[in-house]
Structure formats: structure tokens, C-alpha cells
């Protein structure tokens, strides 16, 4: 039997490979209807159409190497979570390290992203 460390870590991987494809229907299939995200700015927003969009295929590869760092996933029971990351992404039009933090929330035996934010 798997713990909600367990398969929240997978899930997380998952996401980077996601980042790596690029592979929207992961994204379309993890992040909640109504998942809000809190920007770089501070504003939050509802970000999965966005999200989805970023992560259309076309015109070469958006990232050459995700390295997701530094994680730690807090467990609420076995229907919740809390994941905080930095990440270190190269592509072909630079570099960036961002900071992630992610709330999942099992529902229906179905694990979602349900809030999250972004910073430098």
C-alpha cells in the first residue's frame, strides 16, 4: 500500500516529465477546474486554462533539462498535501530557477492540484 508521500512524489515527477514534453493533457488531467494561483506578483488568478496552454507542443522543445530541488511534501491525512520545490528549468530561450509551492487534494481516489504559487 502506497503512503500520500508516495504518490504525491510520483505525481510530482510526473510533472516535471510533463514540463519536459510538453504534455498538457497531464496538466488537464491533474490541475483542478478552479485551482488558483498565486503569481510572481503576488495576484492571485485562475491559472489551469493558462497552465494547459503554456504546455502545448509546437515549434521545438520549451525545456531541455526540469530539475525539481530542495522538495518537501507535507502530508494533511491521507487526502491532502502540501508540496514546496524549487525549480531549475533550461531551454532554448534561457534559464530560470523558480520557487513552487502546490496543494493537493485527493478526491474520488483521484489526486488534483487544487492551489499553488510561483516565485523567483
Not at 60 to 86: L, R
Request: glycine share 8%; net charge negative.
Amino acid at each position: 500500500m502506497s503512503t500520500t508521500h508516495d504518490e504525491i512524489a510520483a505525481l510530482e515527477e510526473r510533472l516535471r516529465l510533463a514540463e519536459l514534453g510538453p504534455d498538457p493533457n497531464f496538466f488537464e488531467e491533474v490541475l483542478a477546474e478552479e485551482m488558483i494561483m498565486v503569481g510572481q506578483d503576488g495576484q492571485p488568478f485562475r491559472a489551469k486554462s493558462m497552465v494547459v496552454s503554456a504546455h502545448q507542443p509546437g515549434n521545438g522543445p520549451k525545456f531541455t533539462s526540469v530539475q525539481m530541488t530542495d522538495m518537501q511534501i507535507v502530508e494533511h491525512g491521507t487526502a491532502a498535501a502540501v508540496v514546496t520545490c524549487k525549480g531549475s528549468y533550461e531551454g532554448p530561450k534561457g534559464s530560470a530557477t523558480l520557487k513552487f509551492m502546490r496543494v493537493w487534494l485527493k478526491k474520488d481516489s483521484h489526486w488534483q492540484i487544487i492551489a499553488g504559487s510561483v516565485t523567483n
